[in-house]
């Protein structure tokens, strides 16, 4: 009796012993978006614009983090003299392969909407509306 009360309590030790936490803990690519990003290039139809040549002109794009792997976006274009505003909020950051990412935006009606950051140097804002598709160049 002794030695199986032993060996039930030997082979519940390494049961424990052998179980240990698997969770990996989920990296947080929000800080290479987080700050304020100010826009030098635009391509528009194929077309290549030097933004920071314009006059009156002046594109920026703020992240601020939500949550792990979460941020807001909010991109302000300042237009001779008229100001627009697109603001997204809790999109999720997706690896895309190494240092490269992209947010889940949500399907927008009358166009669409990506963003990429290559290396965390280069964030790209495009899409397709209205028969145009359009690609800005953010750097920080």
Known sequence: MKKSLI?????????LLSCKKDDVPTPDYSSFFVGTWVATKLTQNGQLINVSSLQNVNITNTFTKTSTNK????????????TSNVALNDLEIKANGSNNYELVIPAQSGGNLYV???NGIELKVGG??????????FTK
């Open 7 to 15: 060996l039930v309590v030997l082979g519940c030790f390494l049961l």
């Open 128 to 137: 397709y509306t209205g028969g145009t598709a359009f690609e800005y160049v």
């Open 116 to 118: 990429t950051l290559a």
């Open 71 to 82: 941020v807001s976006m909010n991109l302000i274009a300042y237009l001779n003299g008229q």
